[in-house]
């Protein structure tokens, strides 16, 4: 009984610290899955943009908004539903967006199944009852299967339109708006510099009030286009830039700012997992740029860096994955007289000071620079810090806005102390 009783008990112990230690090693779903880095175009699954409704139960739901994501609906008795969300292809990373609208003339509970082909339950539903304003799910509607890769929520329906999305909607003309308002500013000024593979404009920002540059500063954003946290940290950041304070006024007066917050705004529109419309994860195509958005994207940056005549002193690109982390691209991460890994680590400790209580991940990992993502890219062609910011797809929205634009202003400082050395 006693050798039982120890037995369970040293079970418990592995189980327990086995897991804790396994978890520090999990890098978030942002594994490839082999043949998803192969970048030819790929046959997608479309997606029948309708409104379903259910003549006895009174029932309407529709995936026909931008962003949308819903492939099949139907009604397994008469106050539980299934929703079903197909991945665009497979293999593909696990980000299983869904997105759809639901309202009834006549109010009532319904329970909704989330289910998911090539992929399982990722994100925390999010309503919204104007597609602007949103908030998450009450935990007491939500429960997560991770036997079947489902979830079941329960919605109170009526006639006021519900949102109930994986994320907060940020589609195309969400962009093009903000980078419209933005642009008002006399010293930010915006330019298409090409359309993607559907035809929707690609932008690039310049944020700038010097004819005569020090130097570049780099951000791309949205590749991937469930990943709405990287993109609200993404636009923080730049308004941190393009703000009002002294010091964001200096910066702007020494270095010029290059920003394309969207380079995927088919995939965003389409309700995509992962890829573009042609089925491709462009984070995977630096390498050999068979997509036209990494093409114009990357002709685009070399161009600026061409006509400016001025060295490059910092690229990122906006992600998410399940917490806060920043990747690190580098040759050698050991190397204490290296430059470029300097620069990295007295950013970190920069936003660490600003941030007394929040933890600055950092993961070197994956610092392959051969690899086919964009900061791989991005280092090796400009010789410069190129970083992957990811942000936590719950982290609170709040911690979002204080971390990525104090992480613009740590870099502000940290590149106007390097031109007055
Ligand atoms: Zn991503």
């Known amino acids: 009984m006693k050798n039982l009783f120890l037995f369970v008990l040293s079970l418990l112990f592995i189980l327990f610290f086995g897991c804790s230690s396994s978890q520090k090693s999990i890098k978030g779903l942002s594994y490839d899955p ?11 699954e479309q997606q029948h943009k309708r409104t379903i409704s259910f003549s006895l139960t009174k029932v309407f739901v529709s995936n026909e908004f931008d962003g949308g994501k819903l492939n099949d609906f139907y009604k397994i008795n008469d106050t539980l539903y299934a929703a079903e969300m197909y991945a665009e292809n497979a293999p593909i990373n696990n980000s299983a967006w869904f997105s759809f609208k639901l309202w009834s003339p006549i109010k009532q509970n319904i329970h909704l199944v989330l289910k998911y082909k090539d992929g399982s339950h990722r994100y925390i539903p999010k309503l919204s009852y104007d597609g602007t304003a ?45 980078i419209d308002e933005l642009s008002k500013k006399q010293f930010v000024k915006k330019e298409k510099i090409g359309n993607s593979a559907l035809g929707k404009p690609l932008v690039k920002i310049e944020i700038s009030e010097t004819e005569n540059p020090k130097g570049l500063v780099y951000i791309i954003g949205r590749q991937h286009p469930p990943e709405v946290t990287g993109a609200f940290a993404l636009k923080h950041f730049v308004e941190a830039i393009a703000g009002d304070s002294k010091l964001a006024e200096e910066f702007r007066k020494k270095f010029k700012t290059i920003v394309i917050p969207l380079v995927n705004p088919d995939g965003v529109d389409m309700g995509h997992w992962r890829h573009n419309s042609n089925g491709v994860d462009l984070n995977r195509d630096w390498v050999n740029f068979n997509q036209r958005e990494t093409k114009i994207v990357k002709e685009s940056l070399l161009k600026i860096k061409e006509e400016d005549n001025v060295p490059v002193l910092f690229c990122i690109d906006f992600h998410s994955t399940q917490k806060d982390v920043f990747y690190v691209t580098s040759k050698d991460l050991t190397k204490e007289d290296d430059e470029i890994y300097n620069q990295t680590m007295i950013w970190f400790e920069k936003i660490r000071e600003k941030n007394p209580d929040y933890f600055v991940n950092i993961d070197t990992s994956l610092n392959n620079p051969n690899s086919s993502t964009s900061d791989s890219w991005m280092y090796n062609t400009f010789n410069c ?19 990525s634009s104090s992480a613009a202003e740590a870099l502000m400082e940290l590149l106007l102390e390097k031109v007055k050395r």
Not at 385 to 403: F, H, V, W
């Open 34 to 44: 082999p043949g998803s880095v192969i970048t030819t175009d790929k046959e997608i």
């Open 385 to 403: 810090p190129a970083l992957t910011y990811e942000l936590g797809d719950e982290t609170e929205r709040e911690s979002i806005k204080q971390t």
């Open 134 to 178: 949103w908030q998450i799910i009450d935990s007491s509607n939500y429960f997560v299967d991770t036997t079947n890769n489902t979830a079941t929520v329960k919605l109170h329906v009526g006639l006021d339109t519900i949102w109930f999305s994986a994320q907060e909607l940020f589609t195309s003309n969400m962009y093009y708006k903000w």
